[in-house]
């Protein structure tokens, strides 16, 4: 149980184009989910976090306009990286809240800006 | 803001020997510590919780313990095999439930 998806699992865009990341809780709901962006050998930072039905939440230093997010369902959250430039170029990951204190993360998604 | 160190970049360790890895973190206490395994190129797994009134936890040959008054948490692979190699995070949530900071990995390597 506690599975969580991500699509695409890696893509390449060009510069000027934007692209949809989509996280699904597979077998549990969740009111809230998490989206994190991961540097080669760096730890996991948090971007924002995404509660179903309202507005995402988004942590200091990371322009909201650029990455966009929706939480339509509770199965469900979507990011747009807008306008996409190479030093947008990560490994974006998702997870999803279990319980109150569980976090479980979907496989991360590739992204390269070229 | 909270800040969490973990003991080294990297551990080379021969197999069968314990590893141990280190989170110490600063400012307020959690409410709970979580490790996770991360393999290359994968988002990370959840390990083991540890509470902040828990001293130990185990789990098959995972032992976490946390020390509140020390800031400190220790992670422990008994047995090691090389199947261990993976990069393990530690993360502090708050008592909120829904803050999570990751401390920056160590890297550790089983040698056959």
């Known amino acids: 149980g506690a599975v969580v998806s991500q699509h695409p699992s890696w893509v390449i865009c060009k510069s000027g184009t934007s692209v949809k990341i989509e996280c699904r809780s597979l077998d549990f709901q969740a009111t809230t989910m998490f989206w994190y962006r991961q540097f080669p050998k760096q730890s996991l930072m948090l971007m924002a976090t995404?509660?179903?039905?309202?507005?995402?939440?988004?942590e200091q230093g990371v322009e909201k306009d650029k990455f966009l997010i929706n939480h339509a369902s509770l199965t469900l959250s979507t990011l747009t990286v807008t306008s996409a430039h190479p030093e947008d170029s990560s490994f974006y990951i998702c997870s999803a809240q279990y319980g109150f204190y569980e976090q479980y993360f979907g496989p991360g998604t590739r992204l390269t800006v070229t | 803001s909270q800040k969490i160190e973990q003991n080294s970049e990297a551990l080379n360790i021969q197999e069968g020997k314990t590893a141990t890895l280190t989170c110490n973190y600063t400012?307020?206490?959690?409410?709970?510590l979580q490790w996770y395994r991360q393999d290359p190129g994968r988002g990370p797994v959840f390990l083991l919780l540890i509470r902040e009134n828990e001293k130990e936890k185990r789990k098959e040959r995972l032992k976490v313990t946390f020390d509140t008054t020390l800031k400190q948490s220790l992670f422990h692979i008994t047995a090691s095999q090389p199947a261990d190699s993976a990069t393990y995070l530690c993360a502090l949530v708050r008592n909120t439930g829904n803050q999570f900071y990751f401390g920056t990995g160590t890297s550790l390597t089983v040698i056959p």
């Open positions: 995404s509660n179903e039905g309202s507005k995402a939440t988004y």
């Open positions: 400012n307020y206490s959690p409410a709970y």
